[in-house]
Nanobody, 120 residues
Framework: QVQLVESGGGLVQAGDSLRLSCAAS????????MGWFRQAPEKSREFVAG????????AYAVSVKGRFTISRDNAKNTVYLQMNSLKPEDTAVYYC?????????????WGQGTQVTVSS
């Protein structure tokens, strides 16, 4: 089983950058695909980015491709989401998630989320 704790959210202005981190517990972290999701007010949770355990395969939502980058450090049991050129529509609670296998949803384990607010 994997436990996940996100950090790094905050209030930024449009055009700024922010890096989210997700610390995972569990000795088998390196065998899990990791993903980031987000949920804006009154909207469904949506997939943002995902990466396989080896880092060899990554996937992004169309809305963030070219602006966001997912990465992981298996030695530190941590996955990151670098967010550049942030827009007000990126405002949401961001969740880290883990699963075995491919980067495609559904995911099995979830963090509590971290708020990202982008002002215009």
């Amino acid at each position: 089983q994997v436990q996940l704790v996100e950090s790094g959210g905050g209030l930024v202005q449009a055009g700024d950058s922010l890096r989210l981190s997700c610390a995972a517990s569990g000795r088998t972290f390196s065998s899990y695909a990791m993903g980031w999701f987000r949920q804006a007010p009154e909207k469904s949770r949506e997939f943002v980015a995902g990466m396989t355990w080896s880092g060899g395969v990554s996937a992004y939502a169309v809305s963030v491709k070219g602006r966001f980058t997912i990465s992981r450090d298996n030695a530190k049991n941590t996955v990151y989401l670098q967010m550049n050129s942030l827009k007000p529509e990126d405002t949401a609670v961001y969740y880290c998630a883990a699963k075995r296998g491919t980067v495609n949803p559904p995911y099995d384990y979830w963090g509590q989320g971290t708020q990202v607010t982008v002002s215009s």
